[in-house]
């Protein structure tokens, strides 16, 4: 599958998006490597839904990371963000009830990037909602657990990005929230990187491929 090369404005990126899912709402999922622009695109997708009257939200999987005392508990402090340090089965459970449009709001955990914690219930998808955007590391990945949150998503779009752009991305968000520049550089060649491999073993089986490179998100 050959990469979509997204525009400086990214002003054809709405126009991808499903008009409708076979459930009772679209859930889209975005999937790439840490500092491949995810979350931004996320955000601008649901901007842009709105913008031409869909209702849409944002649900990140990042409200799925384990806490840090469940972390120390299971002697995974050290790999933070790797696969096995995120609540997939509920995430994907979450995901299910998202999907079936329930005539009520579903509330959603959300993530402090200050506290780096997760947080319950930090945000809601009320009935009205028609499209759902989520964003994350694993969706495409061929486990039990992330082969159930695929199953709950109508589309995976894989983003890319050339990888001095990646990784300068990946250091100045590490940097903004707290880590020294070293720490940082260190986290990102034995945490992100390994993770980052993982992650582009699983492209082929996304939708859509995106390569963000050259876009300018608002």
């Known amino acids: 599958m050959s990469a979509h090369l997204v525009s400086p404005s990214g002003s054809e990126l709405a126009a991808l998006v499903p008009t409708s899912g076979p459930r009772g709402r679209l859930v889209l999922g975005v999937c790439g490597s840490p500092g491949a622009g995810k979350t931004s695109l996320a955000e601008h997708l649901v901007r842009a839904l709105r913008a031409a009257g869909r209702s849409a939200a944002h649900v990140p999987m990042d409200g799925f990371h ?3 005392a469940e ?6 402090s050290a790999r933070k963000g790797a696969p096995e340090t995120f609540d997939a089965w509920g995430y994907a459970a979450l995901l299910a009830r998202l999907a079936e449009r329930p005539p009520y709001p579903v509330y959603v955990p959300g993530f402090d990037r200050t506290l780096e914690q997760p947080l319950a219930a930090a945000a809601s998808v009320g009935p009205e909602v028609e499209v759902v955007v989520t964003e994350g590391n694993y969706l ?3 486990r039990p657990e992330w082969r159930a949150v695929r199953g709950e998503l109508d589309e995976v779009w894989f983003v890319t990005a050339e990888e001095p752009v990646r990784t300068a991305r990946l250091l100045a968000r590490h940097v903004e929230f707290g880590k020294e520049t070293d720490e940082a550089r260190a986290w990102v060649a034995s945490v992100d ?3 980052a491999r993982l992650i582009e073993a699983s492209r082929g089986r996304a939708d859509r ?3 963000l490179t050259g876009w300018r998100p608002a």
Do not use: F, Y
């Not at 972390?71 to 995974?76: I, S």
């Open 66 to 68: 384990l806490a840090d």
């Open 71 to 76: 972390l120390a508990r299971q002697g995974l």
């Open 193 to 195: 990187e390994p993770n």
């Open 140 to 142: 495409l990945l061929d």
């Open 209 to 211: 491929e995106l390569d």
